[in-house]
């Protein structure tokens, strides 16, 4: 889905050039520091720390895209999923509940429904926000979950409070983070909780940029410092309490790796089969089965081996994922 993304926008952008021009929503301040292009957009660097796309695609545009087909296929292959999704559920839902154990929970950006379906096992009353209606639908009639499809909003599942409020790898979707972390503000209960997960890609030089090779551009449209997300907390009413760090750069490395072999492996039994040229991986032969017996068993765990446990001790330098706990410290209003 990730590569129809990036040719479907910078088809739309050709043809339409809705894109706006913004400035940093921290500072305020515009830059000519590119950092990144990819598929036709600009990726600004900030002083601050904020890689952001500018222009920026319209929100209509944006939108429209988490039902198109392509977005469907992506979405069966997240619904498949389950066990990679349960896993980083249950690690996620272990921190949690060091600070709480019981109560409702909302998971923006719900995906598969796995998070939410093992936070119900754990004692949360689970809902979620998905945009994607054949993931929704799956939460809803296969696991039983509320979920609405709407962005969410002050009105979203009738206005009612949450104890805690999840969201992973999906704060660089969004195309206003002030206002959405308002939002959650003000439909968290008093010292409710906010628990999310995101990248460090503001932190990152054009070096270390270049070693991830794509951005996924335009469906990211900001990438955080880690000074970017204390002033998004601070100034949505948010105190971070407690960050989980964790290196991807083996992760990143080793998925190049396991491409290059994969990529390997498919000419080498496309060439003993004698059918070179040919694209039909069902043909390859009794010899090299282990390979795909392999891959399907790797690729099952060792995302969350290397992400969570791994990533946990290699020292914090280059790309990173971050896991932040912090809880609501003030009502939102205006002024923040």
Known sequence: MHYFFAYWFDFKLKESMNGEDIHCIFCGKGTQKIAWIENGFV???????????????????ILNLYNSYEADVSAKSRIKAEFIGRLNARHRLKLIKKYLNQGSLLEIGSGGGYFLDESRCVGFEPFGVELNFRQAKFIKEEL?????????????????????????DVISHFYDPISEFKKFNKRLRDRGILFFET???????????????RLQYPQHLFFFSKKNIEQLCNRTGFEIIKIHQYSICLQLLMIKLFQ?????????TIKESGKIGTENLQEIPQKYSWWKTLSLKTALWMPFFIRYKIGKILPKIGPQTTIYIAKKVSTNDSTL
């Not at 990726?43 to 545009?61: Q, T, V, W």
């Not at 909003?153 to 992973?168: K, L, M, N, P, Q």
């Not at 290059?260 to 080498?268: C, G, I, P």
Request: charged residues 25%; contains cysteine.
């Open 260 to 268: 290059l072999l994969s990529k390997n492996m498919k000419r080498l």
């Open 43 to 61: 990726g600004k660097h900030c002083d601050c720390g904020l890689l952001y796309i500018s222009p920026r695609p319209e929100l209509e545009e």
């Open 199 to 213: 990248g460090n890609g503001g932190d990152l030089s054009r070096r270390w940029l270049k070693f991830i090779g």
């Open 144 to 168: 039983g979950i509320p979920v609405e499809s709407d962005p969410f909003s002050e009105s979203s599942f009738a206005g009612i409070y949450f104890d805690i409020i999840c969201h992973f």
